[in-house]
């Protein structure tokens, strides 16, 4: 249930359509969807203004279907990530209306119907190892309800490439920057944006990055205010993160 449903849901017993008994039950019956795999949070978008989302790496095949088939049940929109392509193919047989984005890794599942995309969200991607984790993070934006822009490949090595696009990411009411190596860009941008930068650390790099740990230092070291940092490779984690500052919680995907 979100905060829409919600409304309409005590529009209904103000109107005397719904009596209060059966709004309680209304509400009591969508907390909570149960499996011996799962306990879904159907109220986590009341609550904290986004829906639950899946993490799929680790779970078998078998157990993605078995959320997928719940979320259904409870006509309850959904995001998986982190979804191979067996898992995928075995989720999207539950979920019909489902949509894979096998370049991040994601499936969004929208029972109601395509949202209406708002604010402005750009990410920065350094370079073309570092777009899985970038289209993660626009992916997730769009299912949260947030247009978001990726511009790809202007890592530092390159400079005059991010210097050519500041114009638009200063319009942007906020900023993902997707980064592995030495993660630079993160300052670079910060250093030339008024808006907030999220940066994202990615674990791509030759062996003294150590899977992404340099970059996450560097970037938590970074000089440029405004800088906000999220885990390696956490895509998912840099869209939330953003989608909240753009748009307070409890309005998301009103």
């Known amino acids: 249930m979100n905060r829409k449903q919600l409304q309409e849901l005590l529009q209904s017993v103000r109107e005397n359509n719904t009596s209060i008994e059966q709004a ?12 011996e795999v799962a306990q879904l949070d159907l109220h986590r978008e009341l609550r904290c203004g986004a829906p ?57 599942y929208s029972p109601n119907g395509s949202l209406n995309l708002a604010h402005d969200v750009v990410v920065v991607c350094a370079g073309t190892s570092d777009l899985p984790v970038a289209r993660e993070a626009t992916v997730t934006l769009n299912w949260l309800g947030c247009n978001a822009e990726l511009i790809s490949d202007v890592g530092v090595a390159g400079i005059h490439r991010v210097l050519e696009k500041s114009v638009r990411l200063r319009t942007a009411e906020c900023v993902i920057v997707v980064a592995g190596m030495e993660g630079a ?70």
């Open 24 to 35: 309680v039950n209304n509400i009591a019956a969508t907390a909570i969807h149960s499996s």
């Open 52 to 108: 639950e989302a899946v993490f799929c790496e680790g779970k078998t095949v078998e157990q993605c279907v078995t959320i997928a088939g719940q979320f259904v049940e409870a006509k309850h929109t959904a995001l998986f990530t982190r979804c191979t392509a067996q898992q995928a193919e075995a989720v999207l047989a539950v979920l019909e209306s489902g949509e894979y984005f096998p370049d991040a890794g994601c499936i969004t």
């Open 185 to 254: 860009l993160c300052s670079v941008v910060a250093g030339l944006v008024a808006s907030p930068v999220i940066a994202l650390p990615t674990s791509i790099g030759y062996g003294a990055s150590y899977e992404g740990l340099a970059a996450l230092l560097a970037m938590l070291n970074s000089c440029s205010p405004g800088v906000a940092v999220v885990n390696i490779d956490n895509g998912f984690g840099a869209a939330m993160m953003a989608a909240r500052i753009v748009n307070p919680a409890r309005n998301l995907q009103e």
